[in-house]
């Protein structure tokens, strides 16, 4: 089974970045990470799960949310089998836990109920 880990967190202040990876494992022979569509993800307490950033597996076809867009770049890295988030300007609205989330869809995917696979979240914490 497709296994997800995010990871990268931290405490940044304002204005910082971070760059958060995703490390996927588990694929098959017939199906491997380059079928699968991965997005991140990020909710705050109290606050229902935020569809941050996607990528297309074929031709590396991407969205961003509203909240994000100019500041976070998501990217498929040399290692083996990661996607990363490169956050840029953060601000204190953009603590929460990060997740990334893995579908085997050849399209962009932005709803979390979209996604089959999940990884354990890592925590961001911007300060002011």
């Known amino acids: 089974e497709v296994q997800l880990q995010a990871s990268g967190g931290g405490l940044v202040q304002a204005g910082g970045s971070l760059r958060l990876s995703c490390a996927a494992s588990?694929?098959?022979?017939?199906?491997?990470?380059?079928?699968?569509?991965i997005g991140w993800f990020r909710q705050a307490p109290g606050k229902e799960r935020e569809g941050l950033s996607c990528?297309?597996?074929?031709?590396?076809?991407?969205w961003y949310a509203d909240s994000v867009k100019g500041r976070f770049t998501i990217s498929r890295g040399n290692a083996k089998n990661t996607v990363y988030l490169q956050m840029n300007r953060m601000n204190p609205e953009d603590t929460a836990v990060y997740y990334c989330?893995?579908?085997?869809?050849?399209?962009?995917?932005?709803?979390?109920?979209?996604?089959?696979?999940w990884g354990r979240g890592t925590q961001v914490t911007v300060s002011s």
């Open positions: 588990g694929f098959t022979s017939a199906f491997t990470f380059e079928d699968y569509s």
């Open positions: 990528i297309s597996p074929s031709d590396g076809d991407t």
């Open positions: 989330a893995a579908q085997r869809q050849n399209m962009i995917l932005s709803a979390a109920r979209q996604y089959d696979y």
